[in-house]
């Protein structure tokens, strides 16, 4: 455990892409919390769905207890599950999400769907989430290689979200940092089109996680921006103590 390990730059940015006429994703930036979601099922649901997890997301505020973080999803679960029912034009809409704080260090996440957390640590990035996907579970299995499972069909097709059950799984993850980390969640929009290689460059390459953020976004644009795109950047440094205490 690092008690001077603090959040020390943010930065995301979202976008429609190319393909789709609306953006049913959301980030939330509200230190130490952050966040994607990406909405799906009809036009207006998957928008509602995003929004009802970042607004329990919100009311999880500056308290770094990751039991809140679990439950804010449950309870946004519930809300959702409950909205779609009651309203038709919302039938079928859930969401996943990704979220995560920094305290003392440690990154704790809670994540459901197959939204991303990557940890780029010295020039290296590792996928920190599993996908909560058809071809991601068959490639767990040894039933699809990784190579094929971009290709594949129902690479699309999630095995959990937001809202469409009455219960939910949550991953609930802790990553201990080190100075220098940068933490990038993302929707599919990026990681689907855009190889890890390329993402690994762009945030490396970056003066600041601004202006990596706005290369992700150019990055999934330029491979045809088949869907909503949305990144959420955050480093991590060590900071003095006083500083750690105010912050
Ligand atoms: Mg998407």
Redesign the pocket.
């Known amino acids: 455990m690092r008690d001077d390990l603090a959040l020390t730059e943010l930065a995301s940015a979202s976008d429609v892409g190319r393909v789709r006429s609306d953006n049913q ?1 959301l980030d939330l930036v509200a230190p130490p919390l952050i966040a994607v979601a ?1 909405g799906m099922g009809g036009h207006k649901g998957g928008a509602t769905a995003a929004r009802m997890a970042v607004d329990a997301l919100r009311e999880v505020g500056t308290t770094t207890d990751p039991a809140a973080l679990l439950g804010a999803l449950k309870q946004a679960n519930t809300a959702i599950a409950a909205a779609a029912v009651a309203d038709p034009d919302l039938e079928g809409m859930g969401t996943t999400t990704t979220a995560g704080f920094v305290d003392a260090g440690v990154l704790y996440l809670v994540h459901v769907g197959d939204s991303r957390a990557y940890l780029v640590r010295d020039g290296r990035m590792v996928q920190v989430t599993d996908d909560h996907s058809i071809v991601a579970e068959m490639v767990r299995r040894g039933a699809l290689s990784e190579a094929d499972a971009e290709h594949h069909p129902a690479r699309h097709v999630i095995t959990r979200a937001l809202g469409v059950d009455i219960d939910v799984e949550v991953d609930a993850l802790r990553v201990d940092l080190e100075p220098g980390d940068v933490v990038l969640l993302c ?3 990026l990681s689907g089109p855009v190889d890890d290689d390329e993402i690994l460059a762009a945030i490396d390459g970056a003066g600041t996680l601004n202006d990596a953020a706005a290369t992700l976004i150019a990055l999934a644009n330029d491979a045809g921006g088949p ?2 795109v949305t990144v959420v950047l955050a480093r991590v440094d060590a900071v003095t103590r006083e500083a750690a205490a105010a912050g």
Request: charged share 55%; proline share 0%; net charge negative.
């Open positions: 994703d990406d929707t599919d929009g869907d909503n």
